[in-house]
């Protein structure tokens, strides 16, 4: 069983910062892509960022310059490094993993998500 596992969320003034974290359980899970998404109140959910194992990042438009991810291959673990916060930055952010499970020799791609933590930024 494969579980994504958030910290990082709170409260924050405007300009604060935060830093969210996400590690992925299960031996049997090789990840690929992993990211951060985010939605808010009466809104879609959206891409924030996104990482590939090789290192390759995108982000979304209003978050460029502003947050920043990275990940570390070893721990399956995917971070983002949110500064200069606006009350528009306020939603429920949620990792993402996307990667292969393997069992014997078959290996099945997989998407996973996590359970979400609230970023609440105040102005």
């Known amino acids: 069983q494969v579980q994504l596992v958030e910290s990082g969320g709170g409260l924050v003034q405007a300009a604060g910062s935060l830093r969210l974290s996400c590690a992925a359980s299960?031996?049997?899970?090789?990840?690929?892509?992993m990211g951060w998404y985010r939605q808010a109140p009466g809104k879609q959910r959206e891409l924030v960022a996104t990482i590939t194992s090789a290192g390759t990042t995108n982000y979304a438009d209003s978050v460029k310059g502003r947050f920043t991810i990275s990940r570390d291959n070893a721990k399956n673990t995917v971070y983002l490094q949110m500064n200069s916060l606006r009350p528009e930055d306020t939603a429920v952010y949620y990792c993402?993993?996307?990667?292969?499970?393997?069992?014997?020799?078959?290996?099945?791609?997989?998407?996973?998500w996590g359970q979400g933590t609230q970023v609440t930024v105040s102005s």
């Open positions: 299960g031996n049997s899970f090789s990840s690929n892509t």
């Open positions: 993402n993993a996307k990667g292969f499970v393997t069992s014997g020799d078959v290996a099945v791609s997989r998407t996973y």
